[in-house]
């Protein structure tokens, strides 16, 4: 991965969008002080970049019935077919993030489902077809804190190296 040197427009933006993704870009452009073509551009370059990895709407999964969420730790009976057990898991609906790791799991996923008997059948039925040795679950009780990372602070990756935005305007 490689580091991307944000200014303070870059920032600026992140911040504002990363508060609500549905903020029109002219209302971004006047808080930025720009016009809206500077805001499409500047997205648009995040994206290509990819910093910002699109916009979505966030469905509650408790909401639409899926009342258990899950992490497991996987071990695989043969760790060296793990692209291929990914590929399987992306066809799990249920299954919503997978990490490879370290530590003792060879993978580690985040699954919801409707109550415990389906995570039963999701673990039987369609986990364990995939060569897992064996797996570790943790149902959470409640998510205390679910949020991105925040845009509050945000810093361009090499503050160190590169002069302040201060500092290049009074240079001008």
Known sequence: MSKQILDLLDRQILKLISQDA??????????????GAAIHQRVAKLTNLGIIKGSQFIIDPEK???????????????PEKFDQVVEELKKIPEVV???????????????????????????????????????????????SINRQLSMQDL???NDDEEETDEEAAAEK
């Open 22 to 35: 549905r903020i029109p870009f002219l209302e971004v452009a006047r808080a930025c002080n720009v016009s």
């Open 64 to 78: 639409i019935g899926y009342e258990t969420c899950a992490y497991m730790g996987l071990y695989l009976k043969e």
């Open 97 to 143: 993030e997978c990490h490879y790791t370290t530590g003792g799991f060879d993978m580690f996923i985040k699954i919801y489902a409707l109550n415990n008997h389906h995570l039963l059948e999701i673990i039987h039925d369609k986990l364990q077809p995939l060569g897992l040795s064996r797996s570790e679950t943790i149902i959470s009780f409640n998510a």
């Open 155 to 157: 810093k361009s990756f």
